[in-house]
């Protein structure tokens, strides 16, 4: 009865053809930077630009943080209560590291706060895996962790992360982690930008900058104030407040009785 697409790959032919064969079909975005003509198009990246005006009459665009994909286990949380010293910090970018770049947050981070512990995620597609356990057996109180199978854990539990401004980002933001973003693809600015002036992260730089290393320990640094830390927290859980998959479960339950009634 209802489609989901969610690939890159999606064209909007297929969509067209989807939708004579398919009662509902559903198209989630990340940006939303191209017009698939589904009957409902999910995109929490398209807050930053307010797409919808360029799609047809007859989709229904829900856009923007209150429509966040989530877990559940990120959803069900408790109030987070940031620690007034650090004592843990996770660094993550993703599924890969195609920038290369966890060994030397891994170095920036206990340059810009040297007095915590690290927690290194390690995804499936890292190709730098060897040269992240040399730069841990550098230091001390790390911990690798190799393919987490529940990262919501891991986010809970710590009073800061470094991390990418991608799909993990809204998952520290609906636990609550306060989180200073790198900005590792291009696709990923004008949330990291929306989500930087509403203050609900703290963004430390793109990949690319010659400075990211003095940026990433100096905004850390920035962070070592519990008070800092909490405005992060209170103004992530506002946006991302672990509610969007029901949102749009119910529109799409709602539509659906509508063509078949």
């Known amino acids: 009865d209802v489609l989901v697409a969610d690939a890159y790959d999606v064209s909007p032919e297929f969509i067209k053809l989807a939708r004579t064969k398919v009662p509902l079909v559903v198209a989630i975005e990340d940006l939303a930077d191209r017009v698939l003509p589904a009957d409902i198009v999910v995109s ?13 009459s007859h989709t229904t665009c829900l856009f923007g943080f209150p429509y966040a994909l989530l877990e559940s286990e990120v959803s069900d949380r408790a109030e987070p209560s940031p620690s007034v010293s650090l004592r843990r910090l996770l660094i993550t970018v993703g599924v890969a590291d195609h920038r290369r770049l966890v060994p030397r947050l891994m170095r920036w981070a206990s340059d810009g706060a040297p007095d915590f512990g690290q927690d290194v995620v390690v ?3 890292f190709d730098n895996t060897r040269e992240i356990e040399a730069q841990a057996s550098t230091m001390t109180n790390v911990s690798l962790w190799h393919q987490p199978l529940h ?3 891991l986010m809970r539990r710590v009073d800061l992360a470094v ?12 636990c609550g982690t306060p989180t200073a973003v790198v900005t590792l693809y291009d696709n990923q600015l004008p949330q990291v930008e929306a989500l930087s002036r509403c203050g609900a992260i703290a963004c430390a730089g793109r990949w690319d900058d010659s400075d990211l290393g003095n940026r990433v320990s100096r905004t850390l640094r920035g962070l070592i104030d519990p008070t800092r830390r909490t405005a992060l927290s209170r103004a992530a ?25």
Do not use: C, N, W
Request: no cysteine.
């Open 44 to 56: 929490v990246g398209a807050a930053v630009e307010g797409r919808d005006a360029r799609y047809p």
């Open 123 to 125: 995804g499936p597609f």
């Open 151 to 153: 990262l919501a854990t």
């Open 163 to 174: 991390a990418g401004g991608g799909q993990t980002l809204i998952e520290l933001m609906g």
């Open 237 to 261: 859980r506002h946006h991302i407040d672990g509610k969007g998959a029901k949102r749009v479960a119910d529109v799409v339950t709602e539509q659906l009785q509508q063509v078949q009634s």
